[in-house]
C-alpha cells in the first residue's frame, strides 16, 4: 500500500530555516510521480506550496514562498525534501505532502498525514 510520511516539522523563530522530509514506501515506479508539499494554516484552506515533477524535473513555487523555499528529491531514497529559510509567522501551517501520478500536483491521489511547522518568537 503506498504511503508518505513527513516529518521534520517544529517549532523555529522567523527568519529560522527547517527541512521537511517526505518519504514514500510502497510506490511502484516511484520516480514517475510529481510530489508536491501543501500547507493548510489555521482556519484556512490548504494550498499548494511547491511541486516537483518526477519526469522532466518540473518545479513549482507558489509566489508566497518563491525565493525562500527550494524542494529537491532523491529517488533512491524514496524522499522529497523541502528546505524552508527565511522562515515567517505566515508560514505557520500543517504541512502535507502528496503524490500524484499525473505531470503536476494539482489531483494528489495520496496524502501524508502532515507535520506542523510553527513559527513565532
Known amino acids: 500500500q503506498p504511503r508518505l510520511v513527513e516529518s521534520g516539522g517544529g517549532l523555529v523563530q522567523p527568519g529560522g530555516s527547517l527541512r521537511l522530509s517526505c518519504t514514500a514506501s510502497?510506490?511502484?515506479?516511484?520516480?514517475?510521480?510529481?510530489i508536491g508539499w501543501f500547507r493548510q494554516p489555521p482556519g484556512k484552506e490548504r494550498e499548494e506550496v511547491s511541486c516537483?515533477?518526477?519526469?522532466?524535473?518540473?518545479?513549482y513555487y507558489s509566489d508566497s514562498v518563491k525565493g525562500r523555499f527550494t524542494i529537491s528529491r532523491d529517488n533512491a531514497k524514496m524522499t522529497v525534501y523541502l528546505q524552508m529559510d527565511g522562515l515567517k509567522p505566515e508560514d505557520t501551517a500543517v504541512y502535507y505532502c502528496?503524490?500524484?501520478?499525473?505531470?503536476?500536483?494539482?489531483?494528489?491521489?495520496?496524502w501524508g498525514q502532515g507535520t506542523q511547522v510553527t513559527v513565532s518568537s
Open positions: 502528496s503524490a500524484d501520478g499525473g505531470e503536476y500536483c494539482t489531483t494528489p491521489d495520496y
Open positions: 510502497g510506490f511502484s515506479l516511484y520516480e514517475l510521480y510529481s
Open positions: 516537483i515533477n518526477g519526469r522532466d524535473r518540473y518545479i
